[in-house]
């Protein structure tokens, strides 16, 4: 696919099929602006018939939007499956929330997008066309883009699809495209700790952020199954050597659910475990999945629970829940969503 490319691959790519080098720059900015080939008047026809099988494979679906104008988009694709991504607006501008898996394997017991279980990877060039798409749906270009943020925290594990998701980073930070810089841009992992070590040493400086959600591996593990395979205590030695590489204060994701890990004793437990760390623990109520028996800590329970972390020197903040009466809300991404629902 043509969004798999930087602008030096689709130059060379069309001089490989006898254009000049400067129709390259002219498909480049069309693929990037959303726009679709076959309405691209500055491209000759015989071009566009060349590279049409590479054409960007998908478009918007289906657009909802929340009550606090919170967007969700749906795409679909064309091999019929769907994938789901979130826009969120802050006072600092838009921040888009890309998925970057069909589905997910990890199997997280809060979340709907695990449900269906992993159905396939994203290409780069597929996490990047929700950036393309939604950019252009809020009047953004790539010239003027209205993307300000991104977070790889939608459909699917980042960490369990390493390579395509890195290729989108290095392609969306690209001076030539988006000109995103790294420093906003935040991947979402549940705690895949040898890829954290390897973001590191691969040179990236994108924020880090733990869906943590326990405060040991036993509970971790009722909830989490990937707390089989990395303990709490090797997430944390990683995020340390994270944080030492590239200067990035660590975020946690706390979850919390009513009667598992909401209490002061669990608070402190918390606070303990991330005593002297630079790191920020943005405190998430649990948002509804229909197919989940779980149930979510009360608003006036959850704000005691901040203030408690607070109070033992833990920087901390109670997430603001939005697009929930759209499915757009944390942990309610799903690649099920029919058509006509």
Request: with cysteine; net charge positive; glycine share 8%.
């Amino acid at each position: 696919m043509l969004l798999d490319l930087s602008l030096d691959e689709i130059n060379e790519y069309v001089v490989s099929l006898g254009w000049p080098k400067f129709r390259g720059k002219q498909l480049f900015d069309a693929i990037l602006n959303g726009k679709q080939l076959a309405k691209v008047t500055n491209l000759p026809e015989k071009l566009k018939k060349d590279v049409e099988k590479d054409e960007p494979n998908f478009e918007i679906t289906k657009k909802l939007v929340a009550k606090d104008g919170t967007t969700k988009y749906v795409f679909k694709m064309k091999d019929g499956n769907l994938v789901e991504s979130v826009l969120m607006k802050y006072v600092y501008g838009l921040t888009l929330c890309v998925s970057t898996q069909v589905g997910c394997r990890m199997g997280c017991k809060f979340c709907a997008s695990t449900l269906n279980g992993l159905v396939r990877n994203l290409s780069a060039g597929e996490i990047l066309q929700q950036v393309v798409l939604a950019n252009r749906d809020q009047n953004g270009s790539l010239k003027k883009r209205a993307i300000t943020n991104i977070v790889l925290m939608g459909m699917g594990e980042p960490f369990d699809n390493y390579d395509e998701v890195t290729k989108f980073l290095k392609l969306v930070t690209n001076k030539d495209g988006f000109n995103i810089s790294q420093r906003n841009i935040t991947i979402s992992t549940c705690g895949i700790e040898p890829m954290i070590y390897k973001l590191a040493d691969d040179g990236f400086s994108v924020n880090l952020t733990i869906s943590l959600h326990a405060t040991s591996d036993e509970k971790r593990k009722k909830i989490m199954p990937i707390a089989n395979a990395f303990s709490i205590e090797k997430i944390l030695k990683a995020c340390n050597y994270y944080f030492e590489k590239t200067g990035r204060r660590i975020g946690f994701e706390y979850t919390l659910i009513e009667g598992e890990n909401d209490s002061f004793q669990e608070a402190d437990k918390l606070a303990n475990l991330l005593k002297g760390m630079p790191c920020h623990v943005n405190v998430i109520s649990l948002n509804p999945v229909k197919e989940r028996s779980l149930k979510g800590t009360d608003q006036k329970k959850a704000y005691a629970f901040v203030k408690h972390l607070n109070e033992k020197g833990i920087s901390a903040t109670k997430r603001r829940t939005m697009g929930d009466d759209v499915g757009g809300a944390c942990g309610q991404l799903r690649s099920s969503l029919l058509e006509g629902s």
